[in-house]
Each structure stands twice: as C-alpha cells, then as structure tokens.
DNA sequence: GTAGGGTTAG
C-alpha cells in the first residue's frame, strides 16, 4: 500500500530539522559519497545516451543530492525516466542515511518528500522513524506518528513496534504504555521492546513478570532479559537465567554472551567465564570486538590479568574501549606502572583516548602516590586531547591529591571546580582524611556529605573511625546516634568464595556455615603462628561501643577472613584463593591476610569494592596503598 | 528493501 502525501501539511517540528547543508554533514555524512554536483546530470546523460535505466542505488545517489539541494524537481524526472518506482528509490535513499552519521539527512529528506507530494509507503515511514529512532527525536518521532495514523498505515506491526521502540529510547514513557497498551496485534518483538522498556525504568521485576507471561520468546527475548539483571545490579540472577536458557536448549549468540560475560565480571565468576570464553571460541564469536572486549573485562575483573592481557594481545582490532580497560585493569591490579607504559604506547600507535581512559591512568596515578604525573595527565586530558574533565575525572584528582596527603590543596581544588562536587568528590577527600588523621577537614567533607547522600552508610562509618582513632569517643558516640537516627544501617561486610562452581558467602560475624567449627579450629592455629610473626588485631576498624576483648572476637570473624580460612581448608596446597568482598578490606584483614600468604604459602586475591589485593609472600599487590 | 540485546567508567 501506499499513499500520496500531497494534502499533508509539513509540520514544524519537521521544518526546524530541514536546515541547509553545511559542510560537516557533507563531510560526516553519507554525502561523502557524493561526487561532484555534476552526476544528475551524468545520470541525465547516460539515460538519454545509452538508453540504459540507471540502478536503484545509482539512483539513491541522485537522490542524495537532492536532499540537499534545490534540485529535487530534476532528479524526480530523472527517476521517472529511468523507469525505476519512484518511492523505492526515495526509500533507498532515506534507508542509507538513516543508517549513515547523520541520520536527521533522512528526517530533512522525508520532509522534502512531503513537501513535494511524493507517494509513500510502509518502507518509507520504518525507515525514517529508524532516523528518529537513533536522533532519540522523540518529538520528530509524534509527527511521524501523526502522519501514519492519518495515512491508514496504524495498523502495520512493523510501523507500532518501531513507533513504541522510538517512545522508549526517547524517553516518552506515557506514550509507550498508550500505545502498547492499545496494539491489537503483538508479536515478539513488541514484547521485547516492553523488556527494554521496563529494564530501562529500572523495574527489573516487572520486566521479569513480563518476560515470564509472554506468549512466545526467541534468544533476543532471553538475551534482553540477562542484560536487564546485569543492567539492574542483578548479575546472580542474570546467571541463573542463563543457566535455563541453556535448559531450553536454546543457542546464545554473540549478544548473549556480552550479558553473561558481564555478569561474570560483576560476581567475579570466574568458572563460568571461562566456559563462556572456550564457548565463544567455539562458535568463531573472537573476531566481534564487543565480545572480546567484554571477555577481557571479565578477566580483570576476576583478578586474572593474564589471562586478560592475552585476550588483548590476540584481538585483531582493539578499540580504544579495549585500551582503556585494559589500562584499568592494570591499575586495579597494582601495576600502576605498566598501566601507563600501556598508556604512552597507545598513544605512539595514535590511538586518540577517551575520557574513560583517563579515568584509569588517574586511578593509577592515584594508587602510587604520583602526584605530578597525575597533574600532568589532568591538564593534558583537556589541552591535548579535547576531553572536558567529567566529575568522575574531579573525583580520581581529589582522590589523588587527598591520599597523598595534601588534603588542604585537596579541598582548594574542590572549592576551585566548575561543576558541583558530588557525593564521590567529597567521599575522597573524607577518605583522604581518615589515612592523615585531618579531623576538621573529615567534618567539612561530612557537611557537604549528609546533604548530597544522608542515607549512604560508609560516609558515618568513616568519620566514626575517625573520631575513634583520634581517641573522641564521644564524637564517634554522635555519629552512631545520628546514624540511628537516620535510620541508616552499616552494610554488613560480605565475602564470598566460588568452588566448584558453588558460592559460600561469609557475612561478619557470621557462624552459620557446615564447617564453622572447623573455620574456628583452623582460624586459631594460624592465629598462633601470626602472633609469632609480630600479628596484633587492628581494634580501632570495629564501631561498636563494645568491650576490647569483644571487639577482637568480631574483628577475627570478618568475612573476608572467613572465607580465606574456608577456602584454605577446602582447597589442595598451592591453589591460590580468590575471594570477593562487597566493601573495601579493612586494615586488619589486610594486615592478617599478608601474613597468612606466607605462612601458607599461597597466593590469595581479594577483589573488594574499589580495586584487587594480590597477597603472596607476605606482600600486597597494592603496596599498603590503598 | 521495513521493527527488538551488546563492550571500558559508574
């Protein structure tokens, strides 16, 4: 079916996007193909001389042209001549730039085809909502709509999901619900953009409900519902999804593996992403970028950095997301120094970084205490590069500056900022005055702390270690109170360990599992020989207003502890630990867990909220810094 | 010739 657009007026919206060429969308867009001004007429002469129609796509050429130029009358002669359908050859054209750099080329162009009258079709209304689609032109995407309905074509399925998807991604929410709620035919794909959708509100649940009600699902719909758990900070539940996909029997595709890939490195699955990996190998899924990308981010994340560096070093093609993470990954590793070694030689290879890049090299600079070098790359992000520092990049330099000890130059630069410090800005510099012992700068950063994010418990839990170690009981009293208060809770520590592709979580103080007896037992006994070795507990990390003699029984059922000792017990000699904590290893912990790699002579790897502790002969990988 | 997932930071 199609319809003449004749009696249509051309709405605004629509107009305002038909401005005039200008040489970056000549230059970007898909008129890089455009010759020479001459190739109507070239395409004129070759119908006339040889007597031989022109291709579609020679066509669509002409048509480019005149998207952006006055000669739209011309090239429809031309078209007619060649005898090709005139609205196939406007579709193909509108389809390429909707897929080109400048998708708002197809949106210009369709408003030329309505100001002329030209006879449309389904084609092309799918492919300029596509143009919509990508601009996130939620507006231009209501015209469009407009247009449909009054042309006959709402009840097309193809036309309603696209229409629905454009809702989505623009953020129309109202008009998605109207719309979906009023289809009267839906088909997978309809419901999977309701997955998209809903993931996107942040209603995992419900897209779960949804998933689960839906009268037919295929690997997207399976796929989508991963991601969303992964997107969601679900990433047991994306396993576990995973797990009776394969169930099904149904075959992950490249996308699939992306979600799972990502849930591994959130859970530090390392079993699993192994699996994936020989699995993605297995079905040629090395050659796509985003595949290897994400499998090398799983392995940094799962403290295998060799593994990591030889995913990198194989990858035909590496993106600057692939240098980037890489970089990072070095520096969450403890080497901060290869991290920006990696750095300079991307940079010899002309490689251009990107904001996310510097967040790593800064992460690095950080954890070595290098202030200048990080200055450097501070400054050079903005003069030599064109990336506007983002607050994250303001957080690492506060970061920086704060654990090197220059809190005051730390709080000028916050003061100094052109964006409003946020909750990670002011966090570092609280962090920063914890490890120097600066009470009065910790109150100023809790000042701006209890304003910007009054429910996040690690801020109390700071700042009450602070006013304990400088021996203000009373102070630290307060901040207790307050938190009650406030109805703010500590997250309770929790570790966990994988074997054999089963998690055992520890949580503090925590003496439900089988084998806590056992734990006890063992726990002791390296107890006694870190004793010898110069071991004295750490009180001052424990809050509670409790005896000294309770506080070191807590201290030793640290989670982290916990699972060390469990996994010590239930592993062969020499295998290394590995170990996940959901908060960051408390100084204790750390001290202890040196001592234990040497006495057991194992490497154990903690992975704690920021960064990986590598213990091995009695050292960390972090080098006390951290 | 038309519609629906994906990578580094957080």
């Not at 290879?349 to 790593?360: E, M, W």
């Not at 102070?475 to 998690?503: C, F, H, N, Q, Y």
Request: net charge neutral; charged share 25%.
């Amino acid at each position: 079916m199609s319809v003449y657009a004749h009696s249509l007026p051309v709405p605004e919206t629509l107009q305002t996007n038909s401005r005039n060429p200008t040489p970056e969308t000549l230059e970007n867009g898909l008129l890089r193909t455009f010759k020479s001004p001459f190739e109507l007429k070239q395409i004129h002469a070759q119908i006339i001389k040889t007597n031989t129609p022109p291709s579609v796509l020679q066509l669509s050429h002409v048509a480019s042209i005149c998207a952006l130029t006055s000669s739209f009358p011309y090239a429809r002669t031309i078209i007619h001549l060649s005898g090709k359908h005139e609205t196939a050859v406007w579709n193909s054209c509108l389809k390429d730039f909707a897929q080109s750099e400048s998708p708002d080329d197809a949106v210009r162009l369709f408003s030329r085809l309505c100001e002329h009258g030209i006879c449309l079709d389904a084609f092309t209304f799918s492919f300029v909502l596509k143009a919509c689609t990508k601009l996130l032109d939620g507006l231009g995407g209501r015209v469009i709509h407009g247009f449909i309905e009054k042309l006959g074509f709402q009840s097309n399925l193809y036309l309603q999901n696209s229409l629905v998807h454009l809702y989505v991604v623009s953020g129309e929410i109202d008009s998605v619900r109207q719309l979906f709620d009023k289809m009267p035919d839906r088909d997978v794909v309809s419901w999977n953009i309701m997955i998209k959708h809903l993931v996107k509100m942040g209603n995992v649940d419900e897209a779960y409900n949804l998933f689960s009600m839906m009268p037919e699902r295929n690997v997207r719909s399976w796929t989508s519902m991963i991601m969303g758990f992964v997107q969601c900070g679900k990433p047991k539940e994306a396993v576990d999804l995973f797990t009776k996909m394969e169930e099904e029997k149904l075959c992950p595709n490249e996308v699939t593996v992306v979600a799972v890939l990502s849930a591994c490195a959130d859970l530090g699955a390392l079993d699993l992403g192994k699996k994936i990996h020989e699995f993605a190998n297995r079905s040629g899924f090395k050659r796509n970028i985003r595949v290897c990308n994400t499998l090398l981010d799983m392995y940094i994340k799962c403290g295998c950095l060799v593994a990591a560096y030889s995913v990198f070093e194989e990858m035909e093609q590496k993106t600057i997301v692939s240098w980037s993470a890489m970089i990072q990954g070095l520096a969450i590793n403890g080497k901060g120094e290869e991290a920006l070694i990696l750095f300079s030689k991307m940079i010899h290879l002309q490689i251009k970084p990107n904001g996310v890049t510097f967040i790593g090299l800064l992460y690095a600079c950080s954890h070595m205490g290098l202030v200048h070098k990080g200055r450097q790359y501070f400054a050079s992000m903005s003069r030599d590069y064109g990336i506007v520092p983002q607050i994250e990049h303001y957080g690492c330099m506060v970061d920086l500056l704060s654990r090197a000890g220059l809190l005051k130059e730390a709080h000028e630069f916050i003061k100094s900022m052109h964006i409003k410090p946020n909750g990670v800005v002011w966090g570092a510099l609280l962090g920063g005055c914890r490890v120097h012992k600066n009470v009065e700068l910790a109150e100023e950063a809790i000042k701006h702390l209890l304003e910007l994010d009054p429910l996040n418990d690690g801020y109390y839990v700071v700042l009450s270690n602070i006013y304990a170690e400088a021996k203000r009981w009373e102070d630290a009293a307060r901040v207790r109170k307050l938190m009650r208060e406030k109805g703010v809770k500590k997250t309770p520590g929790s570790s966990s360990i994988s074997l054999d592709g089963v998690v055992h979580e520890f949580v503090a103080g925590d003496d439900s599992h089988p084998q806590t007896e056992v734990i006890q037992q063992t726990w002791e006994k390296l107890l006694e020989e870190m004793r010898l070795r110069g071991y004295v507990p750490n009180t001052s990390v424990v809050l509670l207003d409790i005896e000294e003699s309770e506080k070191v029984r807590f201290l030793y059922r640290h989670s982290e502890k916990l699972a060390v000792v469990f996994g010590l017990i239930n592993t062969a000699n020499g295998t290394p630990i590995r170990v996940m904590k959901n908060l960051r290893v408390c100084e204790d912990c750390h001290a202890a867990l040196k001592l234990i790699s040497e006495i057991v002579d194992r490497k154990i790897v903690v992975r704690d909220r920021n960064r990986f502790h590598c213990f091995e002969n009695g050292v960390c990988s972090c080098k006390d810094f951290w």
